[in-house]
Every structure is written in C-alpha cells, then in structure tokens.
C-alpha cells in the first residue's frame, strides 16, 4: 500500500470514551502532521513530529496526545473529548520538516470523528 | 498569524464553464500551493508556486503566483463533473520553514450542475 493511511475512516465516541486515530505512510517521510479540519474553517495544525521528535505544539488541549513510535507511524490519543471536537483530522506527511521547493504535504483520506 | 481570504466560499457552475477562485493576504507570502478536496478524501496537491508573477499550468488548471506576493489564482478551464470538490489554497512563508509557516484558505466549495 503506498501514501498516507488512516483508522479508522469514522469513528463515533462519548465524552468519557478513550479512542486512538492511527495514521501511516509509506512514503519514506520523516515528518509527520495531526491536522484539524472543522467546517467553514480552515485547516488548523495540531501537532507537528520530525524524526519522531514532537517539534511543535499548537496549543491543543491536553485530551489530545499524539505519539510517534516510528517515522512511519503517528497515533492521535483521544481522552474526554468534547462535542466541539467534532471534525475531520487529518494525518500529512512530508519529506522533510522545512517546507520549501518541492517538499510538500502530502495528506490521509482523514478520520470523521463525532463526540457525542 | 496570516490569514489568507478565499473566494469566493462556493461556485454553482454549468459543465464546460470555465472557473476562476483566489486567495488574497495582507502578508506576503514565498510560496503558494493549490489543493483539491474530493468528498471522503484528503486535500491533495494541485499546483506549486515559487516565484512572484510564476504562472504554471497542470492540464485545464492554470495557477499564478500575484506579483505582489500577497494573492494567487486558480483558473480551471471546460470544468468537467470530476471537477467537483473543495479548492483549498495555502500560502508559506520560510519563517522557521515549518508547517506553523502554513496557512490555508477556508476553501471554494465547486459544484457542478448538470
């Protein structure tokens, strides 16, 4: 299988469940990317991993952990989650951590989640 | 941070129209990429920019770079029913050349009628 892959592809949860997002490419990538994407919004970056080192954190509450075992492999921890957390999430992926030239993301299909 | 203005949000358009949407910035921006969301998919890279007034072209779509720096267009000439989906446009600026450098539009929503 070539590109980015994420589980589930939907994923309906209560506010006290515990779920994991599973995200992995097979690009030979060596960043890795956790986007938001909520309607008539545009695409909020969550969290950033470069040589399975977490590199940037934009302020995202602390029921969402990520964890990169591997280049290759990004988890999305979710924990008490709320229903404004509802949204597509989106795992990207890129060559290298600077995105200049020709080093682009290149995105997953997304997991739907919806809180209730 | 940056915000990036997309216009417009939607577009109803006839097959075999042509279309037009851009994105403007009160920033200036070193590199400007378009994306295609289709339904139940992940944005996936149209076109690149890399030079103020660059006009490039990727079969029916045509992408410029504004001189200014601040805005870009994307034309799609005799739109076909595949065309349908959300354009995305995302402007970056070297500053640490990291995603946090990466803004997105919210996206031209283009449907097609029959």
């Known amino acids: 299988e070539t590109g980015v892959t994420q589980t589930p592809r939907h994923l309906v949860m209560g506010m006290t469940n515990k779920k994991s997002l599973k995200c992995e490419q097979h690009?030979?990538?060596?960043?890795m990317y956790w986007y938001k994407q909520s309607a008539k919004k545009p695409l909020e970056l969550m969290f950033v991993?470069?040589?399975?080192?977490?590199?940037e954190n934009n302020s995202v509450p602390s029921r969402f952990s990520p964890e990169c075992p591997n280049s290759s492999h990004l988890f999305l921890h979710l924990h008490t989650l709320q229903p404004e957390d509802s949204a597509l999430y989106l795992c990207?992926?890129?060559?290298?951590?600077?995105?200049?030239?020709?080093?682009?993301?290149?995105f997953g299909a997304g997991s739907r989640l919806t809180v209730l | 941070g940056q915000q990036l203005n997309q216009s417009p949000q939607s577009m109803f358009i006839q097959e075999g129209e042509d279309v037009s949407m851009n994105c403007t910035s009160s920033?200036?921006?070193?590199?400007w990429l378009w994306y295609k969301q289709d339904p139940g998919e992940g944005p996936v890279l149209l076109i690149a920019?890399?030079?103020?007034?660059e006009l490039t072209s990727n079969g029916r779509l045509t992408a410029q770079f504004g001189i200014t720096r601040k805005d870009s267009f994307l034309n799609i000439s005799a739109s076909i029913p595949s065309d349908v989906g959300i354009y995305f446009c995302?402007?970056?600026?070297?500053?640490?050349?990291?995603?946090?450098?990466?803004?997105f539009g919210k996206g031209t929503h283009l449907i097609i009628q029959p």
């Open positions: 990207a992926s890129s060559r290298n951590r600077g995105l200049a030239g020709a080093n682009v993301l290149t």
């Open positions: 690009l030979g990538h060596n960043a």
């Open positions: 991993y470069s040589l399975e080192e977490r590199v």
């Open positions: 920033s200036i921006f070193n590199t």
């Open positions: 920019l890399y030079k103020a007034g």
């Open positions: 995302a402007g970056h600026t070297y500053s640490g050349g990291g995603a946090d450098g990466l803004t």
